[in-house]
């Protein structure tokens, strides 16, 4: 069983930066790939940013560029920089991460980027 708590989130103006976190739990965080979703009202959850055990990155377009994904393994976290946010970003973001067929999500947590 894998626990993810997500923190960080926030109002933060157009243009604006936010690191958001996950902490995970368990000893297994430094072999799971580590995956940060979102929702934003009335649209489907899509995949923002993922990182392999091995620190290979990948973006969705919309972010790339803007965002960064990375980790710390010693401390079973997962980090999501956030830079040039654009009102479009506003959205619950979600950690996300899979273990043999068992899928484990985070609460979310609400950034919302408005002036």
């Known amino acids: 069983q894998v626990q993810l708590v997500e923190a960080g989130g926030g109002l933060v103006q157009p243009g604006g930066s936010l690191r958001i976190s996950c902490a995970a739990s368990?000893?297994?965080?430094?072999?799971?790939?580590m995956n940060w979703y979102r929702q934003a009202p009335g649209k489907q959850r899509e995949l923002v940013a993922a990182?392999?055990?091995?620190?290979?990155?990948s973006y969705a377009d919309s972010v790339k560029g803007r965002f960064t994904i990375s980790r710390v393994n010693a401390k079973n976290t997962v980090y999501l920089q956030m830079n040039s946010l654009k009102p479009e970003d506003t959205a619950v973001y979600y950690c996300?991460?899979?273990?043999?067929?068992?899928?484990?999500w985070g609460q979310g947590t609400q950034v919302t980027v408005s002036s």
């Open positions: 990182v392999t055990k091995g620190d290979s990155t």
């Open positions: 996300n991460t899979r273990f043999g067929v068992l899928e484990f």
């Open positions: 368990g000893r297994v965080f430094s072999i799971l790939a």
